[in-house]
């Protein structure tokens, strides 16, 4: 045990040593994965906001549908038990003809023309349901299920997701979903290109070490403890690219918040994202170290593997 932990300490310290050794090979991998990192970071970041703002948004949107005066209290609750077991519906609300006329009085209570026309005749408001999706990138389940004929039937007009509300939450989802398409492929490019460097770093490493690595191979050294400094080495370089770019976004964060006014840009709530990266600083630290780590060991394993050709043991 005490053999292995002081092997464990070598590999630990020539790593650390090398990485001193290369400082200036080491700067150019650790400006890519400080880049990579950056992204990934800003990526998750964004994508939480995005889900906070569709969540917002979906709240604030429900599809109403209009009945028919013809349409019974069966009928109607028939209706409602077969919206509340869509799986894309997240809640529904029935308002009657006096309760839909009662709103309406509410919200125009300041125009008196319009309060004494309405007092003058029949309530000519239909009974509605309003229908809150769970996701608005499913509400087109919701749509297929209100045309059927037997449910259109039943319906004195269109629901009101269509026309321009029906563009607006159309443009919104595209929105979201290109804007997510794009970190991803962003984040794949870089990491790509991140992995790449590091193997080339970890590769000319290897070259201006292949005199000391020959010999410690013909003096019996094992694979571990000849591959293990590199893996280090880049270990390291996955750390300081993760501390680097948590303190890029938090200066980011910072320099936004004193420079724009605005809490929102677009789809993307500022003040959120700043309360957000506050809130789970700790939780997405530990996430880019964890990336950084493991990008940068499996580089140098690859690398290792590759140039030293070692054996599997």
């Not at 109403?64 to 799986?87: E, I, R």
């Not at 389940?141 to 004195?156: R, T, W």
């Not at 509300?165 to 984040?187: F, K, Y």
């Not at 530990?286 to 780590?293: F, K, P, R, V, W």
């Amino acid at each position: 045990m005490k053999r292995k932990l002081r092997t464990l300490s070598r590999i630990f310290h020539n790593g650390a040593v090398n990485f001193l050794r290369n400082i200036s090979l080491a700067i150019a991998a650790i400006a890519v994965m400080v880049v990579t990192l950056t992204i990934v970071l800003f990526s998750l970041i964004t994508n939480a906001t995005f889900t906070n703002t569709i969540a917002q948004i979906t709240d604030k949107i429900d599809v109403s549908v209009f009945l028919k005066d013809s349409v019974n209290s069966s009928q109607t609750g028939q209706l409602l038990n077969q919206l509340k077991a869509l799986p894309d519906v997240k809640s529904i609300q029935y308002l009657s003809k006096t309760q839909v006329l009662q709103q309406y009085e509410a919200q125009n209570a300041g125009n008196q023309q319009l309060a004494t026309a309405i007092g003058e005749t029949a309530n000519p408001l239909p009974a509605t349901i309003l229908i809150k999706p769970v996701n608005l990138n499913q509400i087109q389940s919701i749509k297929n299920f209100l045309v059927e004929p037997n449910i259109a039937a039943m319906q004195s007009a269109p629901p009101s997701y269509s026309g321009k509300q029906e563009t607006a939450i159309n443009r919104i989802t595209h929105a979201t979903d290109v804007l997510r398409s794009v970190g991803v492929v962003a984040i794949i490019v870089f990491v790509v290109i991140c992995a790449l460097i590091i193997f080339n770093t970890i590769q000319m490493a290897i070259f201006n070490r292949r005199d000391e690595i020959q010999i410690m191979r013909l003096l019996g050294a094992s694979t571990r403890y000849i591959r293990g400094p590199f893996i280090v080495e880049s270990s390291i370089y996955g750390v300081l690219a993760a501390i680097l770019s948590v303190i890029i976004i938090n200066v980011a964060f910072v320099t936004t918040s004193s420079t724009l006014q605005a809490s929102a840009l677009g789809l993307l709530n500022i003040s959120y994202a700043n309360n957000y990266f506050d809130n789970n600083f700790w939780q997405l630290l530990a996430t880019q170290l964890i990336i950084g780590i493991v990008l940068g060991a499996v580089s140098a394993q690859i690398a290792t593997h590759r140039y030293l050709k070692f054996k599997t043991k």
